[in-house]
């Protein structure tokens, strides 16, 4: 080895920075046409922010489809040194992402022209928490997956206080900016302490590829670790499943070339044992501030304030692109330690103890709300729960080492973030096309089904289903089915025993709003006017997320067939 | 194909109807397409079902079962098949008498309503119909996620029933009703998750008793108790019962009347259906607990009775006594008082059917269901004083009226004497060690308590109401029933008289399904094959030709 460098040039494959290159490059543009086409000639401000919706809407389009391109081309394999590394299940969850967003987009011009948003702001901050929520879900290595993580939590933050003029809003935002910040500071930490215990921040390395490890791991054989490679080529899944780390250090040789003295580095690996403390620490920390962006209790105070408090499609698209996103960072994550042997142990109650924490907190808090986005605030933090469950089933020891089981309990988790997302960008979108009616007080909503039947029936629809078991043939019935089928298949009773007691509860708070739309006629005399936009864009979004309510209520498997599976 | 038409007519047709009727003309579209439907019924019931109760073999997703189930319909789920989800539906004996009863008891939702229901005609006649396919579905599902959506089916409808067209304290009883029901559901959906990945591997309930599962699950208990919660809250046995008084109550007439006449029967066919036969382990082995709770629930629902002052609750608190005796039947398990049992679901959904109506009629009339509000009612209204003394007779239990017939049987079985049936002889059985002990008759004496309390309640509520002078202003003016009226309770006194009369005729089938649950448990009580239930069709001439005499037989065999 000698001392000389080599330039180094990474290997940028433009297919596969697509559609994350599609998304950040949109939003630049949308900043500068939002500058610029004030200067066009006949411009009016309604005209502007329709070319920006457009603009966004067709890059998110474009972004969709690359991600489905790459979705169908997925195969695992970590690119940009590792950084990322495009899997089926993080392309889905792209998909279900841009969904959101695409969603939220349809609706924005409704609700920009009667809050006076500034549009290419939004749509600018949109664009950019989605590139740093889609990065996220493919993301292989723990600093990127942190930046990717502050990318889409920074523009989230403004985006919730975003209305300037709302004194909530602000409260909203700053409250989110705090403890997402609070929950930074636990990434940070863990992500040190999970570099210091095996001393990588990849979770899968290209060493051997996770396809290898699976196929060796399916033919009983031994893997065999490349000493001699750089420690950066390994990754987190590498280390713990040798039990071993490498230690690279530097040390100088003097060689004799053409008889002078040459000093050279000389680069020496040895095997370090893994500290199986200082992993656990890595990992929980790590989890921890996962749970302040998936509003898991404890951690979830901010979520009422903020759902309250930002503008209702903000608060949408809080509620179900960054659970999406930080939910598939999660699943990579326990899938790369799922190696360590003390892992089930040491982080299922963790996990569970998370989950149970989180369905009963959330279920039982939204018994008591009167406010409806407060409402969907518990409603979510309970869903997160139930989705926890699912996590809890990924490293248990009994689903280890079988590879089908393990694809099974990730298409329940997607499938589960993909009806979680659907159901609640129907209750958003009900409450945003209501306006001040429907974003406030539950008791606004009485007598909605006399005044706008098709409304109240959507709002129903999202409401049953969102109660997920209890009402069949609805998506989120199997959501819930699939989460519990596969925690009851390893044994996980005590957790789905948990799970449906909430459900029960939850069933009181989401009938509730069915009775008071349905079966109560007595608007309180301080309902604020109905305000509902005109035009075919709500419409359109409530009648398509109604129909994907009930198509893949109908036909559960649909999502992953469509996908080619 | 026939069976799935009966189904879905009326949720199909009400569709229709809600979009193309007028809302003052919806109860005759409502009405006809009951009608239909229920000829249907009749049509498969006369032409199609076998009552001989042929079994038949058929594959179900790769196996060959013997099947009881008739007018099968087997479709694997699109894309769902390989979890082995199906829409399987299919009748056997008690599944028919069953589709009859919801057939049958539907129209009468349909009949009450016609001027009760002033408000929202035309969602209220479509959740009726609604209801009914769910209860059709459920009667018939034979593939346990299509069971539990047909449950979950019931749920949704009967809520808005009540929660919109309900009396005063409507959305408690309702949120209420749907939580009690969702509970004991999500215990279900738990047991059968468990079911599937303990072995079965299949939703298919005719494919896990092909398989053989009961022996397998012998050990289980959880999973029967799961079901058992669910199908327990549907009776409701006490003390799972207290949303019924309040569900009852508040609904408006046809509300109860189905609920009582063929909602709290889903939870008894269940237990038949289900719970039983794939864990006759467990239940044995419980039977000793749910025949307490029933003895419990016969006089705590009869005491409860007593004290009311609302007609309403009253006959709803009568309810939950009168299902108690089922469950009692139930898990006596012997033949006579498994046979009344089975005859006791119907004869409750008439005899108490047809109460609600009455307390619906003087409802609609007098716009209060308080005892102390009438008196002397006789006196004006003579044929609505006559016919709804016989629904009270018959529920009390009148010999030569149906509620007799049922109950009688009931009792001898509890009772263990039964000369030619053999009762489980073996101490590990609950009856056995009774019997043993010569303390069959305590059951059966606490059980007859509930007939002497319920002849007290029924009688001093209709002494209140009818007899006495007519002493309220209020009551002087008001009108006897029309022809509607008259044919509503007439038609279910006439259906009383008959079964009082000549039980026989539904005895044999219904001895069909007791005979089968009897077969399902005879390994875990260790019966001979001697033990077959009480006959009271006339019994054929066996190998040695000579006509066995009586009422209670020994059949062949």
Not at chain 1, 99 to 127: N, Q, T
Not at chain 1, 339 to 355: D, K, N, R, Y
Not at chain 2, 98 to 118: E, N, Y
Not at chain 2, 127 to 156: N, R, S
Request: hydrophobic letters at 55%; a neutral charge; charged letters at 10%.
């Amino acid at each position: 080895m000698t001392g000389s460098f080599q330039a180094y040039v990474p290997q940028v494959a433009l297919d596969q920075v697509l559609p994350f290159a599609l998304l950040i490059g949109a939003g630049l543009v949308i900043l500068a046409l939002d500058a610029l086409l004030d200067f066009a000639r006949g411009m009016t401000p309604a005209r502007r922010d329709n070319i920006l919706c457009w603009v966004t809407g067709i890059s998110l389009l474009g972004a969709g489809f690359t991600h489905y391109a790459d979705f169908l081309g997925a195969n695992s394999r970590p690119f940009l040194e590792g950084a990322f590394r495009a899997d089926a299940f993080g392309n889905l969850g792209a998909l279900v992402i841009i969904l959101a967003a695409l969603a939220f987009v349809v609706m924005s011009p409704s609700l920009i022209r009667r809050r006076r948003l500034p549009a290419g702001e939004l749509y600018a901050l949109l664009l950019f928490s989605c590139s740093g929520m889609t990065m996220l879900t493919v993301a292989n290595e723990l600093v990127t997956a942190f930046i990717c993580i502050e990318i889409l939590s920074l523009a989230l933050y403004v985006m919730a206080g975003i209305d300037r003029r709302s004194r909530r809003g602000g409260e909203a935002a700053f409250k989110y900016f705090i403890l997402g910040a609070f929950a930074s500071a636990f990434l940070v930490f863990g992500i040190a302490f999970l570099y210091g215990a095996t001393g990588t921040t990849q979770l899968f390395g290209q060493g051997a590829t996770y396809d290898r490890m699976m196929a060796a791991e399916r033919l009983g054989m031994p893997i065999t670790l490349p000493l001699g490679e750089p420690t950066y080529n390994m990754g987190i899944n590498e280390v713990l499943h040798a039990g071993q780390r490498v230690v690279t250090v530097s040390q100088p040789v003097s060689e004799i070339v053409d008889g002078q003295v040459v000093v050279t580095d000389q680069i020496v690996s040895t095997l370090a044992a893994v500290n199986p403390m200082w992993l656990f620490l890595g990992f929980a920390l790590v989890f921890v501030g996962l749970c302040f962006k998936l509003s898991l209790a404890p951690f979830h105070m901010w979520a009422p304030d903020v759902y309250e408090g930002a503008p209702t499609l903000s608060a949408m698209f809080i509620a179900t692109a960054s659970k999406v996103a930080a939910f598939a960072f999660l699943v990579h994550l326990v899938e790369a330690m799922s190696f360590w042997s003390h892992f089930p142990a040491a982080s299922g109650f963790l996990i569970g103890g998370v989950a149970m924490v989180s369905i009963l907190w959330g279920n039982l808090g939204a018994v008591v709300q009167s406010n409806f986005k407060r409402l969907l605030a518990y409603s979510s933090i309970a869903h997160g729960g139930y989705l926890t469950i699912a996590i809890a089933t990924l490293v248990h020891p009994e689903v280890f080492g079988d590879y089908d089981r393990i694809e099974r309990v990730r298409s329940a988790i997607l499938f589960y973030l993909f009806a979680y997302t659907a159901m609640n960008i129907l209750a958003f979108g009900v409450a945003a096309y209501l306006g001040a009616r429907g974003e406030g007080d539950i008791r606004n909503y009485r007598g909605l089904f006399r005044r706008r039947p098709a409304v109240a029936l959507a709002m129903a629809l999202s409401m049953l289903s969102l109660m997920g078991l209890g009402i069949p043939l609805l998506i989120g019935f199997w959501g819930k089915m699939y989460v519990f089928k596969e925690a009851i298949d390893v044994g996980l009773i005590s957790l789905v025993i948990v799970g449906a007691a909430g459900n029960v509860v939850s069933a009181f708070y989401y009938l509730r709003v069915v009775v008071e739309m349905f079966m109560r006629d007595d608007l309180p005399a301080d309902a604020p006017p109905e305000e509902s936009p005109r035009g075919l864009a709500f419409p359109l979004v409530l009648v398509a997320s109604s129909a994907l309510v009930v198509l893949f209520g109908f036909l559960p498997p649909l999502f992953l067939a469509l996908g080619g599976r | 194909m026939l069976l799935t038409l009966i189904i879905f007519c009326p949720f199909v047709l009400g569709l229709l109807a809600l979009l193309l009727a007028q809302a003052k003309q919806m109860k005759y579209w409502a009405l006809g397409i009951l009608v239909v439907d229920l000829l249907l019924a009749l049509y498969a019931a006369v032409f199609v079902f076998d009552w001989s109760g042929a079994v038949q073999t058929t594959e179900i997703f790769g196996l060959e079962v013997q099947t009881p189930f008739q007018m099968r319909a087997h479709v694997p789920w699109p894309l769902l098949d390989m979890f082995e989800i199906s829409y399987t539906v299919g009748l056997d004996h008690l599944g028919m008498l069953m589709v009859l009863l919801t057939a049958g008891l539907g129209i009468f939702g349909v009949l009450c309503s016609f001027t009760a229901i002033k408000h929202r005609e035309k969602e209220f006649y479509f959740h009726l119909l609604v209801l009914q396919t769910g209860m059709l579905a459920t009667f018939a599902a034979l593939d346990f996620l299509v069971f539990y959506m047909a449950w979950e089916l019931m749920v949704i409808p009967l809520y808005f029933l009540i929660g919109i067209w309900g009396s005063k304290d409507r959305l408690y009883a309702t949120i209420k009703f749907v939580l009690y029901t969702l509970a004991g559901s999500l215990m279900m959906l738990l047991a059968i998750l468990w079911m599937y990945y303990n072995g079965a591997n299949t939703y298919s309930f005719e494919k896990m008793i092909g398989l053989g599962m009961a022996e397998k699950w012998h050990m289980a208990v959880w999973p029967f108790l799961g079901l058992m919660f669910a199908f327990l809250i549907k009776v409701p046995l006490w003390p799972l019962h207290t949303w019924l008084p309040d569900a009852h109550t508040e609904a408006p007439t046809a509300g109860s009347v189905i609920l009582a006449g063929v909602l709290l029967k889903t939870g008894i066919y269940g237990i038949l259906r289900f719970a039983i036969p794939l864990f006759p382990h467990a239940a044995v082995a419980l039977a000793p607990l749910f025949t307490w709770l029933a003895i419990i629930a016969i006089i705590y629902g009869a005491m409860c009775a007593m004290v009311q002052t609302d007609v309403k609750r009253l006959v709803a608190y009568s309810s939950v006594s009168h299902m108690g005796f089922i469950v009692l039947g139930v898990f006596c398990f012997n033949g006579p008082a498994l046979s009344g049992a089975i005859l006791q679901m119907i004869n409750h959904g008439i005899s108490t059917g047809g109460l609600f109506l009455a307390v619906g009629m003087i409802y609609e009339r007098r716009h209060t269901r308080k005892m102390a509000d009438f008196g002397g009612l006789a006196h004006r209204l003579p044929i609505f004083a006559a016919l709804t003394m016989v629904m009270v007779l018959s529920s009390v239990g009148l010999p030569g009226l149906n509620g007799f017939a049922g109950e009688f049987p009931i009792l001898v079985g509890a009772m263990g004497n039964v000369p030619i049936m053999t009762l489980a002889e073996n101490p590990s059985s609950f009856h056995g060690f009774l019997r043993q002990q010569n303390y069959t008759w305590l059951v059966a004496a606490l059980a007859a308590m509930g007939v002497i309390l319920g002849a007290v309640y029924l009688l001093l509520m209709y002494q209140k109401v009818f007899f006495g002078k007519l002493d309220k202003e209020e009551n002087e003016s008001l009108s006897d029933l029309n022809g509607r009226e008259i044919f509503q309770l007439a038609a279910l006194s006439v259906a009383a008289l008959l079964i009082g009369l000549f039980p026989q005729t539904v005895m044999k089938p219904i001895n069909h399904t007791t005979r089968h649950i009897l077969g399902v448990v005879a390994a875990p009580l260790s019966l001979g094959p001697e033990n077959e239930p009480l006959r009271y069709e006339e019994a054929p001439h066996d190998d040695h030709g000579h006509a066995a005499a009586g009422t209670a037989q020994t059949p062949e065999g």
